[in-house]
DNA sequence: ATGAATTACGAGAGGCGTAACTATT
DNA sequence: AATAGTTACGCCTCTCGTAATTCAT
């Protein structure tokens, strides 16, 4: 014995207006129909609903318990569409973190290309242990972190590095020098965004929140950087994408912490699916490294 | 956005039954019928949930995980009907309990007179305690106590008096008296019925298992009784009602324990739904009273 | 050839809206 | 008069069954 959907969702919706005419309203039907519909539920139920009062009508108590219990079930019946849908998103799109925005940039291109049927999704997370959690929660279903879990239910694989650079003004004293410090840039007022992942966690330590000029948009930091003098990070990765202002000079910061590499990461289990990616990526490294040979 | 229950219902036979034929059969409908039905139903979710290859159809991953959904939305709605049933059904019986069997007897016809739209439903239960959970737990509308219980939430009437008897043949040395006390019983085999709630209790304590001779059915006790000189347990009402075979004498026993009052209650809350019930009973005792009055 | 799913077609049930009616404020 | 619920009637969707079809074992 069931009781169709429509017909809860008609009940519903009249215990919750008070009256036949609001509900009706409410679900865009005309009142008779729904007159009709409360009679056939309680004729199926085989049990009265409601007080009938010349042109009043009201729940009665067994009328409330089983306004009580439909709601339940209405409940259960559109989890269960919103559940379907969501899994079948998750099997139409791949969501990755990332630790840092650079890695995005290159990795988006490749994905496209080897899962073209699938929707990107692309996230910028501080911290390599939320990016993990995310991993478990099928938050994310690939991650780049800037360490190499050591799980065996994970699947890592290294992709590439990256080198801070602080580029300078010509004019500036630094500009001599063809390396720097952290140590050595302390006191200096220097321009970022906020949206640098993990590398704001670095220089935050190495430097203190009083050094440094953070935007919140890149096109704030780019018009500061054409109209101002002040020093900004850069790293290889993008001085080779091109991505150097006129006028600046361009040094590496030669502390470890601001060396990094990015590990690609996902459950052992899903490894397969991924395949394609990850030897299109081992192509691309061995690449870049052989290139490095060469200009050597 | 909601799917019609029998939908749901046919999605889970084809869950449970691997095969369209199978859950056809097991549904009571053709084969065809419920091949459209599973095509609506992916259509309506917007999402595919079989794989189907040549002649054979299977769950995909994510009509597995709709499965499971809809079994819990099925059961949702099932619980339901079940719910209101069982509240309507309680709206139109009235169980009562008794720690004694003679109030049930003797309530019974009053009960059909006062509630004649009503199911009847009379158990019996030792304790007092127990009475009273199954009062609060609406397992009971109405109890037959032996002592009347203070609560506030409780409503309360005196209903009648039982004085234990034991009967015993005329030629029996007990006859000659015209009274007993449980002291003067010990050593006697005493016929008794399981059923008679807690003067279980009562005549447990105060003579112990081995004088008992205690019947599962109220037939065999009677046919003891008839085919032996055996002495059994008695009461006033019993008497009153009649139930004194011939050739026997009824002693009262004096200890105080061996007098009962009985006290019906109900929760204070329904005490105006049973409000002509009690003044019912409050009539009896006052005509039972003044009976008493005229015969001594 | 048999078993299992789909397609085609017609029948019947039932939900819906419009309109008319009743009863209360 | 205006508001709220019920009844009457016809339309149209939709579910079901029968029969025919496809495909594979």
Known sequence: MLIESYLLEQFEAVARCGTLLKASEDLHISQPSLSRSMKKLEEELGVSLFKRENSKISLNETGKLAADYARRALEANREMVERVWAFDRSLRTVSIGSCSPFPINSLIPVLQEHLPERTLSAELMGSDEKLLAGLRNHLYQMVVLHHCPEDKDLFCQRYLDEQLYISVAKEHPLAKQNSVTFEGLKGLRILMTAHVGFWMDITLEKLGSSDLLIQNSMDA????????????????????????????????????????????????????????????????????????????
């Open 221 to 296: 930091l780019g018009e500061l950087i054409d109209a101002s003098n002040l020093p900004f990070f850069n790293s290889d990765q993008m001085l080779k994408a091109g991505y150097q202002p006129p006028d600046r000079v361009a040094l590496p910061i030669t502390d470890p912490e601001a060396h990094a590499t990015y590990w690609i990461t996902c459950m052992a289990s899903e490894q397969q699916k991924f395949r394609s990616v990850f030897s299109a990526v081992r192509g691309n490294m061995l690449r870049n490294h052989s290139l490095g040979l060469t200009l050597e």
